[in-house]
């Protein structure tokens, strides 16, 4: 049984999708959260009102994870609510989709500084926080794993993603702090509604025959990955990547 009593965690992007999910499951486990949202703020609003519901603690923080200010008034504001800091999730992300020709300078950098820098930030800035026992999850993507067409910045911003968790959890492992990623595969989330994948017919087709388990996941199947991973059943565990995609390849 996974326990978080008396943890603090942090959730970039939980206003929606899987990082909402995130933040229901560590709550249910014991942790207290800070929710962060970067512009839908009535959407961390209802997260933090279902955890105060079902009995947890939680609170709505906004920030840009790209902004090096934000992400500094986030941790600052985590701590002061909580007193602690011992789970970090980087699962905010940017993503769009299209062809080499089609990609601009703003795009790249869109991807590269909520994707990477916002990770590398909000490490930075919670590293001091953290002590014995402490963990870092970043969200990757099982579909950097399998090259596609048009995905070029989003699944070069998680493959960096993906390389930075293995070198940090060396750098983080003598203090005893535990780096991992979750990779998902296809899920259903407002981020993949908002581009179009769940209304293209031949997309959802293609995505659910590249999934093992043949069909779409839903944030509910991503989060408990976090939470072990989060948790001291997972103590002997870092600088990996736990897919959970239901066999995306
Ligand atoms: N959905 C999939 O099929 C899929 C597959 C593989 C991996 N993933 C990964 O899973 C994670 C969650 O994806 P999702 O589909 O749940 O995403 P989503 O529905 O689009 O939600 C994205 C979340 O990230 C937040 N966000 C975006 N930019 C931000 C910024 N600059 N600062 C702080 N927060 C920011 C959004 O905040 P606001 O709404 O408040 O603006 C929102 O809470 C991402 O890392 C994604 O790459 C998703």
New binding site residues.
């Given amino acids: 049984m996974v326990d978080l009593a008396g943890k603090v965690a942090i959730v970039?992007?939980?206003?929606?999708?899987?990082?909402?999910?995130i933040a229901f499951r560590l709550a249910d486990a014991g942790a207290a959260v800070a929710v962060?949202?970067?512009?839908?703020?009535e959407?961390?609003e209802r997260v933090v009102e279902r955890i105060g519901a079902a009995g947890g603690r939680a609170v709505a923080l906004?920030?840009?994870?790209?902004?090096e200010s934000?992400v500094q008034g986030l941790v600052a504001q985590a701590v002061a609510a909580f007193g602690r800091l011992d789970i970090v999730v980087?699962?905010?992300?940017?993503?769009s989709f299209g062809p080499v020709e089609a990609i601009s300078v703003d795009d790249y950098r869109r991807h590269f500084?909520?994707?990477v820098l916002?990770a590398i930030l909000l490490t930075r800035e919670a590293s001091p926080h953290l002590t014995e026992g402490g963990s870092i999850i970043?969200?990757?993507?099982?579909?950097v794993l399998n090259p596609m067409p048009n995905a070029l910045l989003?699944a070069g911003s998680?493959a960096a993603l993906e390389r930075i968790t293995r070198f940090l959890a060396k750098e983080l492992g003598p203090r005893q702090i535990r780096v991992n990623m979750v990779?998902?595969?296809?899920?259903?989330?407002?981020?993949?509604?908002?581009i179009g994948?769940l209304d293209n017919e031949a997309a959802v087709k293609a995505?659910i025959e590249h999934t093992a388990l043949r069909r779409?996941?839903h944030?509910e199947d991503?989060a408990p990955a976090v939470v072990f991973l989060a948790s001291d059943e997972a103590a002997w565990i870092t600088g990996t990547m736990l897919e959970a995609?239901g066999g995306f390849s």
Wanted: aromatic share 8%; no cysteine.
């Fill in positions: 970039t992007g939980g206003s929606k999708g899987i990082g909402a999910e962060n949202y970067a512009s839908d703020r959407g961390a906004g920030a840009d994870v790209s902004s934000d980087n699962n905010a992300a940017y993503f500084d909520v994707n916002g970043n969200i990757g993507s099982a579909g989003y998680k990779l998902p595969g296809a899920t259903d989330t407002e981020g993949n509604r908002r994948t995505l779409f996941g944030p991503v995609s």
